[in-house]
Structures are given as structure tokens and as C-alpha cells.
């Protein structure tokens, strides 16, 4: 297998993830069958417990996809320690990568392990001083992406500044966005309103040729009035998963109403698919993953309790990201939009 | 009329608030009956049109207890000029508490006027360096109280250690908490994540002998562990103001779900009234207003949108905040918990 062949290679962590190695099978089964010969996969992980799998599973996954490696980083090892287990399968995706063997790579295992090592082994693509994480969003209207979400915290405007570039290209190549708008999250409209990091990067956009809409309030990150969200990681962070625990909340209260009396039961009998489809604009595993963004290479980043659904999504993303090059063209934006004074 | 006197004098800014002064004026009947003689309210703001709404109202509030004030604070006005009107209703709410004239003063209007004249002309505190906005939030337990929601930025950690006394203190005294658990809104549960705010904050609130819970993620807010949540009032705000659009977001998404067909026409319907009671214990006007903590008097702030309900509730609060001798709690409590390198 070598890249200079026409096809996309995706190297897939078996083990990373919740769920894995049972769920990253599935999923990557289920993807390269609808791949139509668009894109190959590697699952890399303990040969034996996939092989297992697909055994137990009756999968159509051909053995010469498997890549062994010994070593697994757990959900809840230090990201750094990565650096030094060489035989991790996130460390063999990493090393199929810079060998050429892959284009690209998917994890839903340790994201501070997958930000360390994406990070010190792919390299920062040139112009960009801190690799950032994106999320998806639903809104009103389209879907909205939100950058950093907790690779970084304690950033100077001209992150934000990066963020924005770096955003701007995915929504436009991706979601077919023609000139994405580009909001700045901060407490108060107004260009003054904020701390002291937004209301410098606030100048930063202002005075660039980005298509800057100007401050978002926490109440309209879901209005849908900008295609991408710029903020630092802790806050983007706090309120990802705040929704994430809302929404929770939600579920719950609705549940223990269903219990308090028959005719509750009934009714939320009813109206729970609704619901359902709600909170369906919600699931991540629609998505299935983002891209770390800046990082001189193609790493995808999944949730932790990712499905095989949502693997399989996960996969298809590296391969857009493939497709649509998203690497050259962030590179090329930022040419474009270079700042003096970084 | 002299705060000597036994009886507690709450002066109501008439004017402040985007449904002022009609919910004013009938928020403040409403309160001053059913005080039963606990307290006296006075309404402040521009007679003549207090008068046409207890006229047209048919409402029965005593003229005398009518304060003029010509001038109104705007809610888009820069919150600093509130300090050069020395005749808006505003100014003269603070002025009455100035001049042993009311014990307490409440208002729906312009928050960072009503922060800035209060930490200024009330002054703050011994002990405190920065005054902090609280809301309280539900949770799968019980209320959980979160201070800073707004009124500071770019916070040092001793900042941080003084909100979790004050917050210590009102779960205390007004939800009858013996033991307040005190959370610290971070990314990650252990002490070494988080910025370089938390992280240092952690140590001080560790070093202390206040019932320190540890770091709470943004998805685990809702879930009742702790009772007070210290943060900066920039997350603060973005995630409070967040939660208000995903609702908002909720609901739309149901109203439109139900305009897609007959039949979820009618499962809507039917579960509307359970949706409607999961959204109102995330409804402010249950509650009312909170303290302004940490300013030397009793100053409580509502929100811009509050209906008549959410203003009764407010005098409400500010009669608790009086009657529990909050102010004096806090010093006392500032003097216990000291910080020696403050």
C-alpha cells in the first residue's frame, strides 16, 4: 500500500474509544463497504481481538487491512505518555502516516493523546501557532462549526485570528458555504463588550478581509446567524459540555414525569419521538468527528463513546477532509490572510 | 419613613426593565400585599405614569409610597453615564439606601448601571475586591447557585476563592445548606486542569477550609453534586446565556415538528404541558433576582425581561437577603476565611 496510488488510505485506532475494539470493527466494516473503492481502511489495533471480531461478527473485512500494534492508551492515561509507547496503535497511525502508507487517520481514544501526538509528530502547518479542535453544531438554520473546544486554553488574539481562518475553509470546502461568516464568542454585541483576549482578536478580525460578523452572545451560538464560532478552548469546552449535560437534564426530567402518573406515561409515550428528533440535531454521531485543525496531516477526532455508526461517519470525514484537501487550502488561507504582527 | 424603624423599606426602580413600569408597578402591589406588614415597598420612578398604571390598573399602592425620579437609566445605555444622572430612578434607588432610607433596593434594568452605581456608591465590602453577579440554576437535586455570571472578566484566583465565601454563605443562610459544596467550573475533574485561573484557584480553595468539591465539568452543572459554582464572569455568562438559546432552540424545534403533521399536531399537544413544566424550573421568574454580592448594601438584580410575577419575586428576595442579614454573614465570613496573601 503506498500514497502515490491513486486511492485514500485511512488508518483507523481500533482501540481507541469507549466502546472499541467491538464498535471501530463494525464501523470500519461498514465503511469500506459503502466506500465503493473510493477509499481503503486500516484497522490498527491487537491483530487477535480484531481478527476475533470479524469472526465472531461475520464481517467481510480483509485480513491484509489489519495492522498490529501491542499497546493501547487508555481513556485516561496522560496525553504525553503517548510519546514515549511506541507500539500504541495511535502511535502506529501517527508512524503509518509520516511513512506514507496513510493519508489520513481516525481516533475516537484519548483526544489529549490524539492532539500530543497529531501535534509533535504531524507538525503545525506552517502559520498556525496552536492546533485547535472543532465541533459541529445544529442551529436554526444550517450547521455551525465551533473552534477551539478544549485543545488550548489561556490564548492570545492571534489564535482566534488562526481559528478563524482555519474555520472559514472548512465550512466553505466542506459545506459548500461560499463566504462563511465568521463569529467571535463574547459577552455583549458590541465590538467593546468582552475580556480582554476577545476584545483584541475582535480588532484582529475587524481590520482583516475575513467575512467577520462581529461578537456572538452565548444565547445566539444557535440562532444560526454564522457559519463558525472562535473562542478559546476553556470556554468552548464548558459550554459543549454544558449542553451535552442539558440536554441530559432534559431527558431525565422527562422520564421521571412519565413515572409520576399513567396519563404522563401515555403522553410522553407519545410525544418520545418527537423528542427523539430533537435531540437527534444533537448526536455527534450524525457527525462523527472533525478534524484537528492546524496540524500538518489528516487527524480526525471522534467522541470517546462513539457507535459504529458513528465511527463509520468518522471515517467518511477523514476522507472529505482528504478529498476536499483541506490541509492546502487552510495552508493557502493562510497565506491570503497572514497577519503582520504574529 | 427611617430604616431605625423595625420594619424593612425595599425601594423598587420603577423604571428598569423591558416591561417597565407597567410590571413594575404591579410586581410591587402585588409584593407589598401579601407582605403581610413584614416589609413596606416604595416605587421609584416618574409619578405621573406609576399613578395612570395604579389608576387603569385599579390597583391599591399608597401614594406616599411613590418616589419621583425624572430621569430613566435606558437598558442600552453605557453603564458609567448612570453615575452623572443623579436623577434617574436608578440613582435615587441607591441614594435612599445612602441616606438610612431604605434597607434594600431592587431592579429589572440596566445591569451594568445598576453593578457600577452600587459597587461604587454603595462600596464593597471589606475584603472583597470584586462584587460578582449569582443566578441560580436548577439542578437533578437541588439549586445550585453560579457567581460570576457577568459582572467581572479577566479574574485573579483570589477573586475567585471570595465568591465561593459569598456563595458559601447565601446557599447557607437562604437555602439552609449547612455545609455548602463548593465547585470550580473547569475542563477536567482533576486539580491540575483547567487555565492557568483555575488551576491556581484550585490550589487556594484546596488550601482552605471551605467544603471544597473539586473541579465540575460544564456537563455536570446540572447534576446537583455541589452547591456553589465559582467561575469567571465570562464563562459564567456564555454558558448561562447559552442554556437560555438551547431552550429557546427546544422549543422551536417542537413548534416546528408539530407543524410538519396532523398526528404530531397532536402528540404535541399533549406533551406540551410536560415540555412547559420541565422548562420552568429553568425559568427566572420563579426566582426572581439574586444579590449583588459583595457590595456593601442590599442591591438585587433581576432580569431585563421580568413580568410582574419575576418583580414580586425580586422584593421577595430582597426582603430574605435583609431578613437573613446577608451583608453582615459575608463579613463575618470574609474575616473567618481571609486570605493571608491577599
Chains 1, 2 share one sequence.
Do not use: W
Not at 481507541?16 to 471501530?24: F, M, Q, S
Not at 459540555?241 to 404522563?264: M, T, Y
Request: glycine letters at 10%; one cysteine or more; a neutral charge.
Amino acid at each position: 500500500m503506498d500514497t502515490n496510488s491513486q486511492q485514500c488510505v485511512i488508518a483507523l485506532d481500533a482501540m481507541g474509544g469507549d466502546n472499541a475494539p467491538l464498535v471501530t470493527v463494525r464501523g470500519a466494516s461498514q465503511a469500506l463497504q459503502e466506500s465503493n473503492g473510493r477509499f481503503n481502511v486500516l484497522l490498527v489495533g491487537r491483530k487477535s481481538e480484531i481478527e476475533k471480531i470479524i469472526k465472531q461478527e461475520n464481517l467481510n473485512f480483509p485480513s491484509e487491512n489489519i495492522i498490529h500494534a501491542d499497546d493501547v492508551i487508555g481513556m485516561d492515561d496522560i496525553p504525553t505518555t503517548a510519546l514515549k509507547r511506541k507500539d500504541s496503535s495511535l502511535a502506529v497511525c501517527v508512524k503509518l502516516i509520516n511513512e506514507g502508507k496513510a493519508h489520513a487517520f481516525a481516533s475516537a481514544g484519548n483526544t489529549g493523546a490524539v492532539m500530543t501526538l497529531s501535534t509533535l509528530q504531524l507538525g503545525r502547518i506552517e502559520g498556525i501557532n496552536r492546533p485547535a479542535l472543532g465541533a459541529i453544531v445544529p442551529t436554526l438554520r444550517n450547521k455551525c462549526l465551533v473552534l477551539d473546544v478544549g485543545a488550548n486554553v489561556d490564548l492570545k488574539p492571534n489564535n482566534l485570528y488562526e481559528f478563524a481562518i482555519m474555520g472559514s475553509v472548512y465550512m466553505q470546502e466542506i459545506f459548500n458555504v461560499s463566504s462563511p461568516k465568521i463569529g467571535l464568542l463574547s459577552i455583549g454585541e458590541e465590538d467593546s463588550k468582552g475580556n480582554e483576549l476577545t476584545i483584541n482578536a475582535n480588532k484582529l478580525l475587524r481590520e482583516s478581509k475575513l467575512n467577520f460578523y462581529g461578537n456572538v452572545e452565548g444565547r445566539d451560538v444557535l440562532k444560526g446567524e454564522v457559519d463558525v464560532i472562535v473562542c478559546d478552548g476553556f470556554v468552548g469546552n464548558v459550554v459543549l459540555k454544558f449542553a451535552e449535560g442539558l440536554l441530559h437534564f432534559l431527558v431525565r426530567k422527562f422520564k421521571d414525569s412519565a413515572e409520576k402518573s399513567f396519563l404522563n406515561k401515555l403522553r410522553i409515550g407519545i410525544s418520545k419521538g418527537i423528542l427523539k428528533d430533537i435531540l437527534k440535531v444533537f448526536d455527534y454521531q450524525e457527525y462523527g468527528g472533525v478534524p484537528l485543525f492546524g496540524v500538518n496531516g489528516i487527524s480526525i477526532i471522534g467522541h470517546g463513546s462513539s457507535s459504529d455508526l458513528a465511527i463509520k461517519n468518522m471515517i467518511f470525514r477523514a476522507y472529505e477532509t482528504y478529498q476536499h484537501k483541506i490541509i492546502e487550502r487552510i495552508r493557502e488561507s493562510i497565506q491570503k490572510f497572514h497577519l503582520i504582527d504574529n
